[in-house]
């Protein structure tokens, strides 16, 4: 029988670490921006959290998690909070872009849209 050794976290190499240290970043950045768009979009609608909750068949905590970025929606949970509002799930995500890398790794960016360099 075969034996596999788990490195504790700490000893794994460097550039997984900050690899996924920046993932991390990344994301609350887009976790953000994400409930940025949500509280705009929601109290244009003139709901209150706990009012888009029972629309969108979510616990009003949630909806508070989501706009202070301590969380990210599913796919499922975006559809449903765009479709309590009667908005566009697009708007939920505006500002939100990824941008390809030449190489395996892009990056997301926030605001205007990059542009894409012409061949």
Request: charged share 25%.
């Amino acid at each position: 029988m075969q034996t596999i050794t788990l490195l504790p976290l700490a000893l794994l190499p460097l550039p997984s670490r900050v690899a996924r240290e920046d993932r991390k970043v990344v994301s609350e950045g887009v976790a953000l921006r994400f409930g940025q768009n949500l509280r705009r979009c929601r109290q244009l609608a003139g709901l209150s959290q706990e009012e888009l909750g029972e629309r969108a068949s979510l616990h009003r905590t949630e909806v508070g998690k989501l706009e202070k970025g301590e969380r990210l929606p599913r796919i499922d949970t975006l559809v449903r909070l765009a479709g309590a509002m009667a908005i566009p799930a697009e708007e939920l995500v505006e500002g939100i872009h990824w941008t390809p890398a030449p190489t395996k790794l892009g990056t997301f960016t926030f605001g205007t849209p990059p542009r894409m360099p012409e061949d």
